[in-house]
Nanobody, 116 residues
Framework: QVQLAESGGGSVQAGGSLRLSCLASGKTWTIGGMAWYRQAPGKERELVAR????????DYADSVKGRFTISRDNDKNMVDLQLDSLRPEDTAVYYC?????????WGQGTQVTVSA
């Protein structure tokens, strides 16, 4: 019903920046809130930030506040995550998610690797 595709991941040095994008397709008009999560090796998936349909950012993780910025373009069915001042501990697979009519959809994920 809804498909999500992340892009923009890569390998950067500490202090660098990346911009991740998530494109939604399918029944995009049914999507409510969207979010970015990440999962590092050996750790549970954690919420990075979420954003409402009305483009209000919510629930930034304490570890990324002031460094990451979530944004949304509903006309283009996209949600972005700007990652600045990256640290090695930010290394993880980053996943886009979307809520739609009580269901939760996930993208395949995009790898972010930050070297010291």
């Amino acid at each position: 019903q809804v498909q999500l595709a992340e892009s923009g991941g890569g390998s950067v040095q500490a202090g660098g920046s990346l911009r991740l994008s998530c494109l939604a397709s399918g029944k995009t008009w049914t999507i409510g809130g969207m979010a970015w999560y990440r999962q590092a090796p050996g750790k549970e998936r954690e919420l990075v930030a979420r954003i409402t349909r009305g483009k209000i950012p919510r629930d930034y993780a304490d570890s990324v506040k002031g460094r990451f910025t979530i944004s949304r373009d509903n006309d283009k069915n996209m949600v972005d995550l700007q990652l600045d001042s990256l640290r090695p501990e930010d290394t993880a697979v980053y996943y886009c998610s979307a809520s739609s009519s009580g269901l939760h959809y996930w993208g395949q994920g995009t790898q972010v690797t930050v070297s010291a």
